[in-house]
Nanobody, 124 residues
């Protein structure tokens, strides 16, 4: 499977961006899709996740109320709508697929396939 993340860019603080993650070549069931972000010098951080049926969503505390994860089943795509962006949201954002029931939504070790990342830069 290949995951293609896009939608990153440069935005001023308070602005919005919408990230998308499209999958291709999948031949198995997906349990959930998550977004993580990474800043050089820091560990990769969980941002949000959505169950494949779209009924359950999970967010890290720092983005609750600002970010919304959603799934477009027809297009096999997951979106991350990011509003009220802050400079501390600056990072490379990665999408990932979780194919097993076991494992935490919040931990990167639970995810089996990863996209290439898209850079989000928020200026102050």
């Amino acid at each position: 499977v290949q995951l293609q993340a896009c939608g990153g860019g440069l935005v001023q603080a308070g602005g919005s961006l919408r990230l998308s993650c499209a999958a291709s070549g999948r031949t198995f069931s997906v349990y959930a899709v998550g977004w993580f972000r990474h800043v050089p010098g820091k560990e990769r951080e969980f941002v949000a996740a959505i169950s494949w049926g779209g009924t359950m969503t999970y967010y890290t505390d720092s983005v609750k109320g600002r970010f919304t994860i959603s799934r477009d089943g027809a297009k096999n795509t997951v979106h991350l709508q990011m509003n009220s962006l802050k400079p501390e949201d600056t990072a490379v954002y990665y999408c990932a697929e979780k194919t097993q029931y076991s494992g935490s939504y919040y931990q990167e070790e639970s995810y089996d396939y990863w996209g290439q990342g898209t850079l989000v830069t928020v200026s102050s």
